[in-house]
């Protein structure tokens, strides 16, 4: 089954970190490259960072030195180190494929930022 859990969202202060999780089963996660979405309250699902299989990377402009997209092919995991959140980070984020999504939609994770 092909599917991704995300994890790792929670409530962050301005200025704060967080690291995101995503575990891909059912795949051949080494030669995917994937990515991090975000949807906004109100707003359409984008792409904010993607990796090659290889560890290659590109983010949104909005996130650029403050996000790191890292992976791990051995655990079909791909990470999303964020940090110098902001309020506008608020977000459910989801993991898939990239850069057109494929794979089915997880549940997401909530990133909140505020004070």
């Known amino acids: 089954q092909v599917q991704v859990v995300e994890s790792g969202g929670g409530l962050v202060q301005p200025g704060g970190s967080l690291r995101l999780s995503c575990v891909a089963s059912g795949i051949a996660f080494r030669l995917e490259t994937m990515g991090w979405y975000r949807q906004a309250p109100g707003k359409e699902r984008g792409l904010v960072a993607s990796?090659?299989?290889?560890?290659?990377?590109n983010y949104a402009d909005s996130v650029k030195g403050r996000f790191t997209i890292s992976r791990d092919n051995a655990k079909n995991t791909v990470y999303l180190q964020m940090n110098s959140l902001k309020p506008e980070d608020t977000a459910v984020y989801y993991c898939n494929g990239a850069p057109s999504p494929w794979i089915s939609w997880g549940q997401g994770t909530q990133v909140i930022v505020s004070s």
């Open positions: 990796t090659t299989g290889s560890g290659r990377t």
